[in-house]
């Protein structure tokens, strides 16, 4: 429901302005600048192992294909094996294709009615298009941040922020993936919010995360092409953490 982004929109609202309007004094430069990232990734870090080993050590009574295509069977029937794997290496290569490319997102279709009652079903690639570039610019993004933790910058990382400005807009040089991971986050916001279905569905859960890295992604770009912040002062603070 709609309550739910309005939560969501004032708790991220909230956690920016905590900082903004506490960092001023001198303790709380050390708590917001030391205390509180060290504390994130230990977070992070616990949450991740916590989640992946009650996932491993949840009970799986039954085993419930969710694959499609034909089963290896007879030696005559030609059998998809990618779509239904027989072995661990048609496996392997199916879930590359799930976690590198969202496969079954590609998929996905929309039903439409035409002249009153006839149905029809047709593709749906936005969602697709929308997700795959947030995901992959989001991580391009993360991948250039590493100037900033890093005294000698390896040659990987300015190529690839040599490649992200190559239009050479504006000054300084505006980078592609910023327009495309707002752009991108901003559309599944507008698609949670647009489908009555999808909205009815969605928890706050669902829309938090896009409040918060839209505002990760708006206050980025603030900080690079408005307020000019001192990035040679942030390295210097990202560098004795």
């Not at 986050?185 to 829309?207: E, H, K, N």
Request: hydrophobic share 55%.
């Amino acid at each position: 429901m709609i309550m739910n982004a309005l939560l969501s929109l004032i708790v991220v609202l909230v956690l920016a302005a905590i900082p903004y309007a506490l960092a001023g004094g001198s303790s709380a430069r050390y708590v917001f600048g030391v205390v509180i990232p060290y504390a994130a990734f230990l977070f992070f870090v616990v949450g991740m192992i916590y989640r992946m080993l009650k996932w491993a050590s949840s009970p799986v009574p039954f085993r419930i294909p969710t694959t499609t295509g034909q089963q290896k069977s007879l030696p005559w029937i030609k059998d998809s094996k990618i779509e239904n794997p027989s072995n661990g290496f048609w496996a392997i290569v199916r879930m590359a294709f799930e976690v590198l490319f969202f496969r079954s997102l590609f998929r996905n279709l929309k039903t439409q009615t035409y002249e009153g009652s006839r149905l029809a079903y047709g593709e749906a690639k936005w969602l697709w298009a929308a997700g795959l570039a947030f995901h992959y610019y989001f991580a391009i993004i993360l991948f250039r941040h590493h100037r900033f933790f890093i005294e000698k910058v390896p040659a990987v990382v300015q190529t690839a922020d040599m490649l992200d400005s190559f239009l050479q807009i504006g000054a300084p040089l505006l980078y592609m993936t910023d327009v495309v991971l707002l752009a991108a986050v901003t559309y599944l916001f507008i698609r949670r919010v647009g489908i009555p279905q999808v909205r009815y569905i969605s928890l706050m859960a669902d829309y938090f995360p896009l409040f918060l890295i839209l505002g990760i992604g708006l206050t980025g770009v603030l900080m690079r092409y408005f307020t000019k912040t001192d990035i040679v002062s942030v390295k210097m603070l990202a560098m004795g953490l």
